[in-house]
């Protein structure tokens, strides 16, 4: 703890495996900023589905293309 506050950081835990806890010396807040940015970045990536309109008069290859 005392090394996290000569260096003003946080100590924060990351994650519990098999028991024990993992926790690195970090910017809390830079470090929340960093979660949402992921956060927005894969909400972003969703595909949307595409409308496509076939009529009497659309050729085979056309149909492959689309």
């Not at 900023?33 to 309109?53: A, D, H, V």
């Amino acid at each position: 703890m005392k090394e996290a506050q000569e260096q003003e950081l946080d100590l924060v835990q990351i994650a519990i495996k098999d028991g024990i806890p993992i926790c690195k010396y970090l910017d809390y807040n830079k470090y929340v900023y960093g979660l949402k940015k992921k956060k927005r970045e894969t909400s972003n990536k969703k595909q949307e589905l595409k409308e496509i309109k076939i009529t009497a008069n659309t050729e085979e290859h056309d149909i492959k293309i689309k």
